[in-house]
């Protein structure tokens, strides 16, 4: 074999590689896209709680309000 048909060999499994590998990336984002929509995350609990900010003494920085 001569070494230049080697490296034309390697650049193509190389661009075979990442082409693979980003299919594979977007397979994994596009199924955690629809788990997400399909299985939200339970929030009802805190529809009536606001949100407060404390510092390490335990003073409030800031209170947010829900609305």
Do not use: C, H, Q
Request: aromatic residues 6%.
């Amino acid at each position: 074999m001569a070494p230049a048909s080697m490296k034309g060999r390697l650049w193509r499994r190389g661009k075979l590689a990442a082409l693979a590998l980003v299919a594979l990336g977007s397979i994994g984002a596009l199924t955690l896209d629809r788990l997400d929509k399909a299985y939200p995350p339970p929030l009802d609990f805190s529809k009536g709680l606001s949100r407060e900010v404390v510092d390490r003494e335990g003073r409030a920085l800031r209170i947010f309000a829900n609305g």
